[in-house]
C-alpha cells in the first residue's frame, strides 16, 4: 500500500502543475484580448460628444471603485432628436457593446475571481458585479481515499467486571450422533409384560455332540469283606410259634423288604444300621435302593398354558386340600389360585397379589405356604397364603441376578423343593458356581446345613429332590446325569432317560403328595410316574 502511494504522489503533483500552467496560459490570453477590447472602447468615448452620453462611466455620486448600475446603457432620447442623422453609427455601436457584454461574461466564467477583481478595481469601474448570489448544490463526492496502514497494536487493558447473563438463545439444531458409551451395569429385573402372541415353530437344530458316557459319575466301590463278628447280643423276647415249613419266616421278611415304597419307609433311604442284619437274614435288596429312582414313566398331560415359563404347585403334605396355584412367566408380582383341577380347567381362579415379585420358576408350596425368591435379592420369601404372615431368608454367597443362573434354561437362580425329608433351596455358589444345597428349618425359617455337591451348574439343566436324593439333568433336560446322596453328602449312581422332548423344560419337580414328577413344558403341564428301585 505505501509503495502505491508513493507512486500516485508525483503523478498527482504532476497534475497540479499541469493545470496551473494552463490557468496561466490562460489568463495572459484573456489579458491580452481585454487589453484590444479596452482600447476599442476609448476610441468609442472618444467618437461621441460627451453631452448625449449613454455612457459607461459610474456616475459622479457612485462610490470610488464600486460596480456600475449599467454596463451598456442604450442612448437618451435627447441625443436621438438632435443627432438622427448618425443613427446607422450609434446602431453599429450597439452591436459591438453587445458582443462586448457577451465576451465579458465569458470572460467572468474563465478567470478566476481574484483575478477579475482586481481587473475590474484596475479599470475604473467597467465591471459589474450584483449581491452576492445564492451558495450552489454541492460538488460530487469525491474518490475514496487509499486505505491506510494498520497502526501497533495498543497495550491490552485490564479485564472488565463480568456482564450480566443473557437471555436464553433458541435450541439449536441437534449436533451430529456421538461415540456409543460404554455399556451400562445391568438394572434390575421389571415385571413381566402383557403376554405376546405366540411365535411360529422354530427350525429343528442342529444335532449335537454324543455326550460322555459316564458324565463324571462316580461308581460305588465293590462290597467289602466281612467283619469279624461281634459279640453276642441279650436273648430277645420268645416269638410266637411259628408253622412247621418256615412258612411264617419267608412272608416275615418279605413284609419287610418289599419293593414298594409306603408310609414311612422311604423315609429313610439311606440308613444302612438294618444293613448287616438284612443281609444276614436274607440275600435281597436293601433298604436304600428303595426309594432311588431308577426310571420314569410316559408323561401325562394335565392342562396347556400360553406361557412358555411358568409353576404350578399342589400341597404335598394336606391330600385333602384340592388347590392348584400358578405363577405366569418367570417374574411377576401375583399367583393364580384354583380351587381343583376342574377350576383349571376351566380357568377359574382368584388372584393373590404378593410382597415384592417373584423371580426363577423355583417356587414351591408347603402347609400353606409359598416359597420364593424376591426379585433382585437373595432373599427367600415364607408367604402365608390364608392369613398374612410373612418371613425371611437371607441365603448367602448365593448367586442371584444378571444373567448367571443356576439354571440357565428356566431363568432360575433358588429352585425350592419339598420331600420326604423336608424343605430344601438349591442355589449356586457365588465362589466356585457349584451347585449347594441348603436344608430349611420349616418352624423357624432357618438354615440347618449347607451341603455342597462339587457338581458345576454349567453342566445342569434342572434339578429336584426326592428322598433325600437331589436328580440333575443334562443341559438337554433330556436325561438324569448326575445324583448325589444329601444325608451321606455323597455321590451315588443313578442315571436313567426322563424324556424325549427337546422344549424349554421351564419346571421339574417331584411331588409328595402323589409321588410323581410335575413339569411345564413350554406351556404344557406334564405329570411323569416315578418308578423307585
Known amino acids: 500500500m505505501e509503495a502505491a502511494g508513493g507512486r500516485a504522489l508525483p503523478c498527482l503533483l504532476a497534475a497540479v502543475g499541469l493545470l496551473s500552467a494552463l490557468s496561466a496560459a490562460g489568463t495572459l490570453f484573456l489579458l ?3 487589453r484590444e477590447l479596452g482600447a476599442a472602447l476609448r476610441e468609442l468615448e472618444a467618437a461621441r460628444p460627451a453631452a448625449g452620453n449613454g455612457s459607461l462611466r459610474r456616475p459622479p455620486g457612485g462610490p470610488g471603485p464600486g460596480p456600475l448600475p449599467d454596463l451598456l446603457a442604450g442612448p437618451g432620447p435627447a441625443a436621438a432628436r438632435s443627432k438622427r442623422s448618425r443613427r446607422g453609427e450609434r446602431a453599429r455601436g450597439h452591436v459591438r457593446a453587445e458582443s462586448e457584454e457577451m465576451l465579458m461574461m465569458m470572460t467572468y466564467s474563465m478567470v478566476p475571481v481574484r483575478v477579475m477583481v482586481d481587473l475590474c478595481n484596475s479599470t475604473k469601474g467597467i465591471c459589474l458585479t450584483g449581491p452576492p448570489g445564492p451558495p450552489g448544490p454541492p460538488g460530487l463526492d469525491g474518490l475514496p481515499g487509499y486505505n491506510g496502514s494498520d497502526g501497533v497494536p495498543g497495550i491490552p487493558g485490564q479485564k472488565g467486571e463480568p456482564g450480566i ?7 439449536g439444531v ?7 458409551g460404554q455399556k451400562g ?8 409384560g402383557k403376554d405376546g402372541m405366540p411365535g411360529g415353530k422354530g427350525a429343528r437344530g442342529a444335532k449335537g455332540e454324543k455326550g460322555d458316557a459316564n458324565n463324571d459319575v462316580i461308581l460305588e466301590g465293590s462290597k467289602g469283606e466281612p467283619g469279624p463278628p461281634g459279640p453276642p447280643g441279650p436273648p430277645g423276647p420268645p416269638g410266637p410259634p411259628g408253622k412247621r415249613k418256615g412258612k411264617g419266616k419267608a412272608q416275615l421278611q418279605e413284609n419287610i423288604y418289599s419293593s414298594k415304597c409306603t408310609g414311612e419307609t422311604c423315609a ?7 444293613a448287616g442284619k438284612a443281609e444276614d437274614r436274607t440275600p435281597g435288596p436293601s433298604k436304600k435302593a428303595e426309594c432311588v429312582i431308577t426310571s420314569v414313566g410316559s408323561p401325562v398331560h394335565f392342562v396347556s398354558v400360553q406361557q412358555t415359563f411358568g409353576t404350578w404347585m399342589r400341597e404335598p403334605a394336606n391330600i385333602s386340600d384340592e388347590r392348584i396355584w400358578l405363577t405366569m412367566h418367570f417374574s411377576g408380582n401375583s399367583i393364580k389360585e384354583y380351587e381343583n383341577s376342574n377350576a383349571l380347567l376351566n380357568d377359574s381362579y382368584r388372584i393373590i397379589n404378593i410382597t415384592g415379585f417373584f423371580y426363577g420358576c423355583g417356587h414351591a408350596v408347603q402347609n ?10 437373595n432373599v427367600i420369601l415364607k408367604l402365608g397364603l390364608d392369613r398374612a404372615s410373612l418371613g ?3 441365603i448367602e454367597n448365593a448367586l442371584y441376578h444378571g444373567r448367571n443362573y443356576l439354571f440357565s434354561n428356566s431363568k432360575t437362580y433358588f429352585n425350592v423343593a419339598v420331600d420326604e425329608k423336608g424343605l430344601w433351596i438349591i442355589y449356586a455358589s457365588s465362589t466356585d458356581e457349584n451347585i449347594i444345597v441348603a436344608h430349611i428349618d420349616e418352624e423357624t425359617f432357618s438354615v440347618i446345613r449347607h451341603i455342597n455337591t462339587t457338581y458345576p451348574k454349567s453342566k445342569a439343566g434342572n434339578a429336584f429332590i426326592a428322598c433325600g436324593i437331589m436328580y440333575v439333568t ?15 453328602e455323597k455321590q451315588i449312581d443313578a442315571r436313567f432317560e426322563l424324556r424325549s422332548s427337546q422344549s424349554v423344560l421351564a419346571m421339574l419337580s417331584y411331588s409328595l403328595r402323589d409321588k410323581n414328577l410335575y413339569t411345564w413344558e413350554n406351556g404344557s403341564l406334564m405329570v411323569y410316574p416315578v418308578h423307585f428301585g
Open 32 to 34: 491580452a484580448q481585454w
Open 165 to 171: 447473563n443473557g437471555k436464553r438463545g433458541k435450541i
Open 174 to 180: 441437534p449436533g451430529p450422533k456421538g461415540d456409543q
Open 185 to 192: 451395569e445391568p438394572g434390575e429385573v421389571g415385571l413381566p
Open 268 to 274: 429313610v433311604p439311606n440308613d444302612d444300621t438294618l
Open 368 to 377: 400353606n405356604h409359598l416359597y420364593y425368591q424376591k426379585g433382585g435379592t
Open 392 to 394: 425371611t431368608l437371607l
Open 474 to 488: 443334562d443341559t438337554k433336560d433330556m436325561t438324569v446325569s448326575f445324583a448325589f446322596d444329601l444325608l451321606k
